[in-house]
């Protein structure tokens, strides 16, 4: 009988396991809750209009349509039975499989107060991308038909809570809609005048990356004309702002960028968990006593690994194609290889020309780690067409400031915060 393997979640890790057994004498059934695959690097960019959201995803079916080894099913994994080796879905239907890869990833952590996450949305999927999008866009809106000039000052604040890769990278690109993009475009308004404040609690900005570099992102920041206040914890969120400790931020828009807990899934596999949530695994990617089931991307830890392996999309391609490999060694009876991580750097972009990077002992900042930065993204997208769609919307945005992904399909009446 030919061994099945379900691969639960379609991420980087997810996409990359199921693409590594492409011609194994093993039948894949990809499990996911969405239909696409999604770029998440390039998620804030529809959050802030400079893509639209096919730019960054495609279809999960188009994409392993000639692997015919691969059955791909819609459906949402609420538990798994290790004993019995089946996964149930949110209908009640089982999938029974010989192997298993677990890669649902990650959310949003709000610290035990969810209660906070209807008025600061994070930025995980496509759907929080264009609440974002609606929420920050629509603020410039209701500012211009605002006449209470304290009420108007609230829209016109936009705050940003977390200072690693994805805070930085919201709070440039907002600084630059609302100096560049907005520009001319109001009437009773100036939308230059909008404050963009970026609240991260540790000392510095992008705390993972060297001190210097840290340093220069915040410069980079403040030259687009975003305001950052380090050292400082978010106490409270509600509709009408935000408070830090004794001090308190009338703001009618804030985006949540500042925690990270594992898929809620990973508490169902009866392994040992760390901190955030992550499966602690062992050194080939398994669940510890069950050799058939692999952890991998964001929602695995892996101790034995030093340093720590970073929960960044190159890592779960590469847990991904480990996890596959293993699976077609142990069918063949070979042992399994332990996960090794190849550290290709790390890069987070600013705004216009702004970026840094660490790439092996190679630092940048500024252009050239822009430059790098658009170089990789562009190569690593999902298809030929997204990576020419991708091209020609920044060389447009790049000389005009332009950003045409500026739909909202949400009207006043629905609008909760007019």
């Not at 199921?18 to 996911?32: F, K, M, W």
């Not at 998620?43 to 080894?69: D, E, K, M, W």
């Not at 991260?200 to 992102?217: F, M, T």
């Not at 960044?312 to 290889?337: D, E, F, H, T, W």
Request: aromatic residues 8%.
């Amino acid at each position: 009988m030919t061994p099945r393997v379900v691969i639960l979640g379609c991420g980087f890790g997810g996409l990359w396991a199921a693409q590594g057994l492409r011609g194994a004498p093993v039948e894949v059934t990809v499990i996911d809750r969405t239909n696409h695959h999604l770029f998440a690097p390039l998620l804030y960019q529809v959050a802030t209009a400079g893509l639209s959201a096919p730019s960054i995803a495609g279809p999960i079916r188009h994409i392993l349509a000639r692997q015919r080894n691969a059955t791909v099913l819609f459906g949402e994994a609420q538990a798994v039975d290790l004993a019995q080796r089946t996964v149930r879905l949110e209908n009640g239907k089982e999938i029974g499989y010989d192997h298993l890869i677990v890669a649902t990833g990650a959310s949003h952590s709000y610290f035990g107060h969810d209660d906070w996450a209807p008025y600061a949305p994070g930025l995980k999927t496509l759907e929080d991308a264009l609440e974002i999008r609606r929420r920050v866009l629509l603020a410039f809106e209701h500012a211009e038909r605002e006449t209470d000039t304290v009420r108007r000052a609230a829209w016109l604040t936009l705050v940003v809570v977390g200072g690693g890769p994805t805070g930085v990278e919201l709070a440039g690109q907002f600084a630059e809609i609302a100096r560049h993009t907005l520009r001319d475009e109001f009437r009773r308004i100036d939308p230059s005048s909008a404050r963009v404040i970026l609240v991260e609690g540790a000392d510095r900005v992008l705390p993972a990356y060297p001190p210097e570099l840290s340093h220069k992102a915040r410069l980079q920041l403040e030259r687009l004309g975003a305001t950052v206040w380090l050292g400082r914890r978010v106490t409270a969120v509600d509709a009408e702002g935000v408070t830090l400790g004794n001090e308190r931020i009338a703001c009618r828009t804030a985006v949540w960028a500042a925690g990270v807990a594992a898929s809620p899934l990973g508490r169902m596999l009866g392994a040992p968990l760390e901190r955030a949530g992550r499966v602690i695994v062992e050194p080939d990617l398994t669940l510890p006593g069950h050799p058939e089931v692999s952890v991998i991307g964001d929602l695995a830890s892996v101790p034995s690994h030093r340093p720590p392996v970073p929960a960044i999309a190159p890592a779960a391609k590469q847990m991904g194609r480990y996890a596959a490999k293993n699976v077609i060694r142990r069918i063949s009876g070979k042992p399994s290889l332990s996960f090794r991580y190849r550290d290709y750097g790390q890069m987070a972009t600013i705004g216009r020309r702004a970026a840094v990077a660490v790439i092996g002992a190679v630092r940048l900042s500024g252009f050239p780690a822009w430059a790098v930065w658009l170089l990789a993204h562009i190569y690593f997208l999902i298809n030929f067409r997204n990576r020419v769609v991708v091209m020609i919307d920044w060389a447009w945005a790049y000389w005009t400031y332009e950003r045409h992904a500026r739909i909202v399909i949400r009207g006043i009446k629905q609008d909760k915060n007019a």
